[in-house]
């Protein structure tokens, strides 16, 4: 057996189930030999969809995934995606054929774009440590939660590994919870019983059923409100005292009760320029924690009082081993009544500005959220639109929105969705874009189709990069570099084989109301045409962060 079809069976024996890619002659055998061994190849129409579908894969299956690529182009090809990854820390393989020779038309330094964008790197060097080598790419992206490029040079892939060594494969044990120290969990404890208004804010890890209700339960004991950052937004769906999301998308209601905070803790979550509004949601006087399993996050983004090394859900335990008795804290009956009328963006009274052409997209995503089933996930792109879906969708759960938003790239919508589809295949998918991401991702719908996923492509379409528009409209600026014609991408959809609706008015959305209660045979795309005579509220928030 050659090295190939032995790294390719030796991963799909240490737990890689699903690979994604786009597969050309360097990473053909290698592929191959996965699918051979049991692990389900999605083949993607680009390497940079292939990149993102793997990435929220990988997010919402809470596995590591891999991503199978051709030597240089197909990984160039890819990096935008995989930087999306590695500044989300999330575990994934990058399966690169290499080309060793500089005089290959496909020779770049692998390795040092690796690097260039937050990844870490690992090579294939022989035929006898071939299979361990894969093995320990797989163990370091589940235990330091890294996107990993594995190289796997051309000549190295066609020698032969010597018998039995692909039988040495095996799943590595599960990533180690970190015990928290004693004296943080009881300092931790000491200013929770002192805190008044104290306010939980919830990231990316505390998403876990474990984490939500040792939190939840840690929050009733304090009085403590609920919120979470965007990526982990639906963790407290349907408990009474959240906030739903801190930061830019926060309602104003949620962000008035997070100022007057006196205690903020961060749990796995880098309290940062987004979820904080570059500080302006803490308030002059509030206590700051941080609580997370990584060290070197503490006090990253700001100054916390308190920083607490330790797995969520096991801190949230201790602290609660050590609690007293019941604290009212921030929860009154008029904070809870402020939080069931006010706390939903859906519920902020707003001007409608729909016109006979064009509809506004904040009636838009209510009706949405109205007509679509409740049991979805959703992906969403990046752009002026973005807040709409992102706030105005409900969500089931803390499964139910992949946000892959670390990069701010356009384009990685779609292919969001899918990905996080494959992972939930028991919910209806969701993707929200934009016009210029929707066009720029427009091969997946192919992957959409061929897949059979019974998936809604909403595109949010003002013919514009509405973003600039409006960061530079108001100043005078021109605009011809970032407005287009109208485009009609319902007509692209229907090239691709989706069921498609254009949406000028409320009254357009029954079509959306008759595929869902119909077969759903065929994916659905609605091309909205929304109107554009504004910036999004958290538009501003965005563009300081630039």
């Known amino acids: 057996m050659q090295v190939a079809e032995a790294v390719g069976r030796a991963l799909a ?103 260039a964008v937050g990844a ?95 939190l939840a339960e840690l929050a009733e004991r304090y009085g403590a409100l609920l919120a979470t950052s965007a990526v982990a937004r639906g963790l407290f769906h349907g408990n009474p005292w959240s906030l739903d999301v801190s930061g830019g998308f926060s309602s104003p209601l949620a962000a008035e009760l997070i100022q007057e905070a006196d205690l903020i803790v961060g749990w796995g979550c880098a309290l940062n320029m987004w979820t904080m509004r570059h500080g302006r949601l803490i308030g002059p006087d509030t206590t700051v924690v941080q609580v997370d399993d990584d060290t070197s996050a503490l006090g990253a983004h700001r100054e916390v009082r308190l920083g607490v090394t330790g797995d969520v859900e096991l801190t949230a335990r201790r602290v609660l081993d050590a609690a007293g008795g019941q604290r009212q804290g921030y929860r009154t009956a008029d904070i809870a009544a402020a939080i069931a009328a006010r706390v939903r963006w859906r519920d902020v009274p707003y001007e409608d500005t729909s016109t006979r052409e064009r509809i506004d997209p904040r009636t838009l995503s209510i009706a949405l959220d109205d007509l679509l089933p409740a049991e979805r996930v959703i992906g969403v792109d990046s752009g002026n639109f973005m807040g709409y879906p992102s706030m105005y969708l409900s969500v089931p759960d803390h499964n139910g929105l992949c946000f892959t938003q670390a990069f701010q790239s356009i384009g990685l919508g779609l292919s969001t969705a899918i990905g996080a589809a494959l992972a939930h295949p028991d919910r209806l998918p969701v993707a929200a874009l934009g016009d210029g991401g929707a066009l720029m991702s427009a091969v ?60 000028r008015t409320p009254a357009d959305l029954k079509a959306v109301e008759d595929w869902v209660v119909g077969p759903r045979s065929a994916p659905l795309l609605i091309d909205a045409k929304v109107v554009s005579d504004r910036g999004a509220w958290w538009l501003e928030e965005a563009f300081r962060g630039h």
């Open 120 to 214: 870490v790197t690992a090579r294939v060097t022989s035929a006898e440590h071939a299979v361990e080598q894969a093995c320990a790419a797989v163990r370091r992206a589940l235990h330091e939660r890294r996107t990993v490029l594995l190289n796997l040079p051309l000549e190295v892939q066609a020698l032969d590994v010597p018998d039995g060594a692909a039988a040495l494969a095996a799943p590595p044990p599960a990533r180690a919870a970190v015990e928290p120290a004693a004296a943080d969990t009881a300092a931790l404890a000491e200013l929770l019983e002192r805190a008044r208004r104290p306010v939980f804010v919830a990231g990316r890890g505390a998403r876990t059923p474990g984490g939500r209700d040792a």
């Open 444 to 503: 997946e719908l192919d992957t959409v189709r061929r897949l059979g996923l019974p998936m809604v492509v909403v595109v949010y379409n003002d013919d514009a990069y509405g973003a600039e528009v409006h960061h530079f409209g108001p100043d005078g600026h021109p605009l011809d570099t970032v407005q287009f014609p109208p485009t009609d991408i319902a007509a692209v959809g229907r090239g691709y084989g989706f069921e498609t609706v254009t949406v």
């Open 13 to 115: 024996a240490a737990g890689v189930d699903r690979v994604f890619g786009v597969v050309g002659s360097g990473n053909f055998h290698l592929t191959n030999g996965m699918v051979a061994a049991g692990s389900r190849f999605v083949a993607a129409r680009h390497e940079g969809g292939a990149a993102t579908m793997a990435d929220a894969y990988a997010r919402m299956s809470g596995t590591v995934a891999a991503l199978t690529v051709h030597q240089g182009p197909g990984l160039t090809n890819a990096l935008t995606g995989i930087t999306e990854a590695a500044k989300s820390r999330t575990p994934l393989v990058v399966l690169a054929a290499e080309a060793t020779e500089p005089r290959s038309n496909f020779y770049v330094d692998q390795e040092a774009l690796a690097h």
